[in-house]
């Protein structure tokens, strides 16, 4: 067992099943005599690795065969580029929502290769924060595709709903919620995701793009950066990152003897309806900022009403046990990350610890 609970927004923790199963085949995967770090990436023995990570996560999101499934070096990041490049077309426009950091960041991306409709930015509701209504978005005509984040990370925003966006192609960056809770992969174009926070370890994106969009890019556009040429070699165009692809299928076929993942979303929600509902009950020393309709289920951000008493509490929420707790540092304050990995006894250990310093410093 281990001795602390990892709450780092990403990395993040990684299910200690995981961890042991990878410890005990680092040396010889699966009788090959070989690391599974020094394998050939288009040998037979890493083809099977590819073949059941990708069979495993089909299942667990139920992605329909009319979609391709990548995985690719750069992270989510990467994917700032990738889908103006290789969506923009003729049309050189789209739409994108605006609600945190790193949708600012994706803007600010897709307007060095064309041109951005920002269609909509948080708001205030009751003094909370709050993600407009679709209704209230202006929405091109003509964009190529339509970009949102489903969960901001940093401020622990996020969208209850799916965008309706008709015959235009919806993208959506599921860094911090993908595999937290069912997703209709028919109403997106693409869903990519870093896999630092609900995949595996650092160091590679997924992407789960719908057939038609697998198209010749921008000129110009890096060969890397293609999804046509990485859709055409599987992903093997150069040299994967072998070593977190097979962490990913270890973290997938967790998930499937764990339940999957409506299984796993029952319990995110417990987790985060236990913190969400402690805060309200503790008479304002514990808020949000955010609107209820818009917290995150994975990324929950804690204000305390003495900005004063936050450095003690993370100070002694490490020596209960209980690490990575500051807030991001555009923001500050304190955020708990609750992904997959965190069991339900670690928010329990953080309610209580929450519990025993408000107490002491009321």
């Known amino acids: 067992m281990r001795k602390v609970f990892n709450f780092s927004a990403g990395p993040a923790m990684l299910p200690e099943d995981v961890l042991r199963t990878a410890q ?37 999101m139920s ?8 995985f690719l070096a750069g992270g989510a990041t990467a994917q700032f580029a990738m889908v ?14 605006d609600t945190g950091i790193w949708s600012k960041k994706a803007i600010a991306e897709a307007k060095r290769y064309g041109t951005v409709n920002v269609v909509a930015k ?9 993600i407009p209504h679709q209704e209230q978005w202006q929405l091109h005509k003509d964009a190529a595709y339509v970009h949102y984040t489903p969960n901001e990370t940093i401020e622990g925003i996020e969208f209850n709903w799916v965008p309706e966006t008709g015959d235009i192609p919806l993208v959506g960056d599921m860094s911090s919620m993908i595999l937290s809770r069912p997703v209709d992969i028919t109403k ?34 890096p060969t890397l950066y293609r999804y046509q040429i990485e859709a055409e070699n599987q992903s093997l165009y150069n040299t994967p990152p072998t070593f977190n692809w097979y962490m990913c299928g270890l973290v997938f ?12 979303h029952e319990v995110n929600k417990r987790k985060a309806k236990k913190l969400y ?10 808020f949000s900022r955010i609107h209820p309709e818009c917290r995150s289920m994975m990324n929950v951000v804690i204000n305390i009403r003495n900005e004063a008493l936050i450095e003690s509490f993370l100070k002694e929420a490490t020596k209960a046990g209980l690490t990575n707790l500051k807030g991001h540092r555009t923001v500050g304050g304190i955020r708990a990350s609750i992904y997959n990995a965190m069991p339900e006894e670690g928010v329990d250990k953080l309610i209580h610890f929450m519990s025993e310093f408000a107490h002491k410093n009321a």
């Open 24 to 60: 005990t085949e680092l040396l010889d995967w699966h009788g090959t005599g070989m690391s599974i770090m020094e394998l050939g990436h288009r040998g037979a023995e890493f083809k099977q690795v590819i073949e059941q990570t990708e069979t495993d996560l089909r299942e667990l």
């Open 63 to 70: 992605i329909p065969n009319n979609y391709r499934v990548l």
């Open 122 to 130: 948080i708001e205030q509701r009751d003094n909370l924060i709050f």
């Open 188 to 221: 997106y174009g693409i869903i990519y995701a870093g896999a630092q926070k609900n995949i595996g370890p650092a160091g590679i994106a997924l992407v789960i793009i719908r057939d038609d969009l697998v198209k010749e890019a921008l000129p110009h556009t």
């Open 84 to 97: 103006p490049l290789n969506l923009f077309g003729e049309k050189k426009i789209a739409d994108y929502v």
């Open 277 to 286: 509902d402690f805060m309200e009950q503790s008479q304002g020393f514990y």
């Open 253 to 264: 076929a967790w998930m499937k003897q764990k339940g999957g993942v409506k299984a796993f």
